[in-house]
Nanobody, 116 residues
Framework: QVQLVESGGGLVRPGGSLRLSCKAS????????VGWYRQAPGKQRELVAT???????AYAESVKGRFTISRDNAKNTVSLQMDSLKPEDTAVYYC??????????WGQGTQVTVSS
C-alpha cells in the first residue's frame, strides 16, 4: 500500500511562486512513475507534469517554462516548483504514483489559489 501526502499549497498573487511537495510511503518509489495533476472547479482533472517510467519528464503545454518537476528518490518525494503563477493555475493539485505493475495511487490534494 502507498500513501501520498501533498503539502505546499496556498494563496499567492499572480506572478508569484509556490512549491508543492509529495511524500510517498512504501517501497519502489525510485522505479515508479510519479507526477502532478490538477482539477479546477467544473473541469476535468488534467496532467500538469510527470516523470514517466523511463525517467523522462512531460509537461502540459500551459505550464511549460513556468513549472518544474523534480524528485528525490532517497526521500521518496516529488516536488513541483511553480513560478509565474496565473489565475488560471488555480486548482486542487494532486500527486499521482504508478507502481511498475500498474497500481495507481493518488494523494488527497492541496489547494492552490492564484488571486490578487
Amino acid at each position: 500500500q502507498v500513501q501520498l501526502v501533498e503539502s505546499g499549497g496556498g494563496l499567492v498573487r499572480p506572478g508569484g511562486s509556490l512549491r508543492l511537495s509529495c511524500k510517498a510511503s512504501g517501497s519502489m518509489f525510485n522505479i515508479s512513475a510519479v507526477g502532478w495533476y490538477r482539477q479546477a472547479p467544473g473541469k476535468q482533472r488534467e496532467l500538469v507534469a510527470t516523470f514517466t517510467n523511463s525517467g523522462t519528464t512531460a509537461y502540459a503545454e500551459s505550464v511549460k517554462g513556468r513549472f518544474t518537476i523534480s524528485r528525490d528518490n532517497a526521500k521518496n518525494t516529488v516536488s513541483l516548483q511553480m513560478d509565474s503563477l496565473k489565475p488560471e493555475d488555480t486548482a486542487v493539485y494532486y500527486c499521482r504514483l504508478i507502481r511498475p505493475l500498474g497500481m495507481i495511487y493518488w494523494g488527497q490534494g492541496t489547494q492552490v489559489t492564484v488571486s490578487s
